[in-house]
């Protein structure tokens, strides 16, 4: 898979000059990016200036790791930054998920030019932050309900470009945090309000894999890491179109959205985050735009 990089750079006073790389990598969830400085330009001598290089390290990546947050698609009208001009979030509440970033040490280079630090922020604080509500909602009603068995999770497969509904056009379906899952009646199947909002302080509402998860030479047929979230028996459901202002939310055949209404254990599925969307590999990882 070809990482896709942002580079920033940023001039600051005198000749200073600092640039953050990085990459939103929607298959683990997570901003990673790396700070690095330039000693000789920023005037410091190892060892003693070493503290006041390190002080300067993270200022960089606090200033320009925000643009970064406020960026993350959300759902499939709006990214973070929004939620924060329609003041359901405050700058406080991003200022605080670029401090709780894990961190590894910063480190000097070979040659004693550069120091350099690599962060991390997980989705899943940020998804934490934004569902607000104390018990998920109902799901939508089955008139005629079918007898179904229990699967153990649930797999999307997105992987090709789709019919976008309501326009004469295909796309490739985007990853975010909170997608809807819609029938082909254009049915609400699954969304935000309908999760158990406990489960959510370490997870996100779905996980996002490429296609060699789901092709594996075990007995199931998926990887260690999707088997752990969808578990052994997974129903896998091909997305028939894709819907949103941006192409977020995937759109499933009526009858497999039946097979998980009718039955309350594949309800609990949904509620309990146990869904893997797998879309195109060139989606997973994603150039972050921002304005410094």
Known sequence: MTSVFIVMTAVCAGATTSSITGVFNWATMGIDAEVRLNLRSLGVSLPTGR????ERLFSEYY???QPFIYSIPVDSSSVLGDFVERGELTPA?????????????????????????????????????????????????????KPVQTWTGIIIIA????????????????????????????NLVFDKKHTNPALYRDATMVNYMGSSHIFRRTASGLSPEIERIVGNKPLRIIARRVFGINPTDPVIDSEDALLILSSEENKRLLREGRIA???????LKKELHAEL
């Not at 503290?51 to 390190?54: G, I, T, V, Y």
């Not at 690599?118 to 934490?128: A, D, G, M, N, P």
């Not at 309501?166 to 082909?184: E, H, M, V, Y």
């Open 51 to 54: 503290s006041r290089a390190e």
């Open 63 to 65: 200033a320009n790791i």
């Open 93 to 145: 509440m991003v200022e605080t998920l670029a401090r709780k970033a894990d961190m590894i040490p910063p480190a000097i280079s070979t040659d004693i030019q550069n120091i350099t630090a690599s962060y991390r922020i997980s989705l899943s604080e940020v998804c934490s932050t934004l569902i607000r509500h104390h018990s998920g909602a109902e799901f939508p009603s089955v008139v005629n309900p």
């Open 159 to 186: 992987r090709d470009e789709l019919p976008v509904h309501g326009r004469n056009s295909t796309a490739l379906l985007q990853p975010c945090l909170f997608p809807k899952i819609w029938d082909t009646d254009m």
């Open 277 to 283: 969307i797998i879309p195109a590999e060139s989606v």
